[in-house]
């Protein structure tokens, strides 16, 4: 078990750019999740998907944010057209399905868009 | 999911016993409590959580009212490396986490 991994965990963009960021689960599970910080707030939820099914979406996931698990395995999170709001920690984290199991989160990646 | 309240932030002795409490008072019957903490800079790491029975493991102990109302976590011996925002969080079932701001834990030499 090697835990959630999650690359890059810095980028620094220009606004308009697009970025993709990349989220491994702990590998038996089957529920990942993404999050949003922002700098003095606690995570806010955007997505989730159990296995390759993209189940909920928040709507802070505006239409620049998309989501994908194609093999129910890792995940990506692209951001088009970054803005300077789109600064903040983007957290992945996973858990098995169903009951109450808890969630395992990555280390984040960190976006600056200057 | 159930609202959570929690002291803005506090201190706490090294090698003492640490208390964090919780208010939930919307809680429903088929809601868990969890916890969580984050160290600066990290992504959150997940402590214990709940139903309507007491829990301890390695890490901290969890107890829940009778009236399942609200909590406490316990840090049987805070070391500086416990210094972290703690997050209480009610949920039902295997949903999002709604995070709010925390508690700003302390630990103090």
């Known amino acids: 078990d090697t835990g959630v991994s999650q690359n890059p965990r810095h980028k620094i963009t220009k606004r308009g750019q697009n970025v993709t960021f990349r989220c491994d689960p702990i590998?038996?599970?089957?529920?990942l999740y993404w999050y949003r910080q922002t700098l003095g707030q606690g995570p806010e939820f955007l997505t989730y998907f159990q296995n390759e099914a993209q189940l909920e979406k928040s709507r802070l996931l505006s239409d620049r944010f998309s989501a994908e698990r194609p093999k129910g395995s890792f995940s990506t999170l692209e951001i088009q057209r970054t803005e300077q709001g789109d600064s903040a920690m983007y957290l992945c984290a996973s858990s098995r399905t169903g009951g109450d199991h808890e969630q395992y989160f990555g280390p984040g990646t960190r976006l600056t868009v200057t | 999911d159930a609202k959570t309240t929690q002291p803005p932030s506090m201190d706490c002795a090294e090698g003492r016993a640490a208390n964090l409490p919780c208010n939930h008072s919307t809680i429903s019957g088929n809601e868990y409590v969890y916890w969580y903490r984050q160290i600066h800079s990290q992504g959150p790491q997940y402590i214990i959580h709940?139903?309507?029975n007491n829990e301890t493991n390695e890490m901290a102990s969890l107890i829940i009212t009778e009236d399942r109302k609200s909590s406490t976590l316990i840090l049987p011996h805070a070391t500086l490396r416990d210094t972290a925002v703690y997050y209480c969080?009610?949920?039902?079932?295997?949903?999002?986490?709604?995070f709010g701001k925390g508690n700003q834990v302390v630990v103090i030499p």
């Open positions: 709940g139903l309507k």
């Open positions: 590998s038996e599970h089957n529920r």
């Open positions: 969080i009610v949920r039902v079932g295997n949903n999002r986490l709604a």
